[in-house]
T-cell receptor, first 113, second 112 residues
């Protein structure tokens, strides 16, 4: 059972470079999320997709864009990376909505120099 | 605005001891989650607490919810090294989006 698969696991960028984080789930979940985790802080929601075809901003959306490609896949794009975006990024999914139990990917450690 | 505070943020304890992690939140909610994160790993759901007075137990961990006090506790009984992890509580904000608000996490180190 793959669950939520997230790539890459590690990435180093220079300021101004762009990249896309990929996420796919095989649990037929309707809702998907991107979080960032910074030391000493809880998870903060960047964007979410309540269902296929919809996306909404979370708590910290600036500097990011997302695409819900289909029911399985939800990608996160950094158009022009900044050092403040150095963080660990987690993709998650749930059956329907944020009040449900979340299933997380393994995380992406991103460093922006 | 819903705020979620966990304490302590860091806890080092000996095997065999008991301890409690606290999760306080600032506005009404009747759904709270506890998650566990092992070092360098992803997060895994431990418990969901759905109503006032709810209690869930698995092994040496027991979670409870008091919605009137806006408080949840995660109690560890006779701690063992394998329970070393960071524990997060997350509270559902009862508005139209049902957003999940996370505590900062409690890093628990259990020494043999």
């Amino acid at each position: 059972n793959a669950g939520v698969t997230q790539t890459p696991k590690f990435q180093v960028l220079k300021t101004g470079q762009s990249m896309t984080l990929q996420c796919a789930q095989d649990m037929n979940h309707n809702s998907m999320y991107w979080y960032r985790q910074d030391p000493g802080m809880g998870l903060r929601l960047i964007y979410y997709s309540a269902s296929e075809g919809t996306t909404d901003k979370g708590e910290v959306p600036n500097g990011y864009n997302v695409s819900r490609l289909n029911k399985r896949e939800f990608s996160l794009r950094l158009e022009s990376a900044a050092p403040s975006q150095t963080s660990v990024y987690f993709c998650a999914s749930s059956r329907t909505g944020m009040s449900e139990k979340l299933f997380f990917g393994s995380g992406t450690q991103l460093s922006v120099l | 605005e819903l705020k979620v505070e966990q304490n302590p943020l860091f806890l080092s304890m000996q095997e065999g001891k008991n301890y409690t992690i606290y999760c306080n939140y600032s506005t009404t909610s009747d759904r709270l989650y506890w998650y566990r994160q092992d070092p360098g790993k992803s997060l895994e759901s431990l418990f969901v607490l759905l109503s006032n007075g709810a209690v869930k137990q698995e092994g040496r961990l027991m979670a409870s919810l008091d919605t009137k006090a806006r408080l949840s506790t995660l109690h560890i009984t006779a701690a063992v090294h394998d329970l070393s992890a960071t524990y997060f509580c997350a509270v559902v904000l009862m508005d139209s989006n049902y957003q999940l608000i996370w505590g900062a996490g409690t890093k628990l180190i259990i020494k043999p």
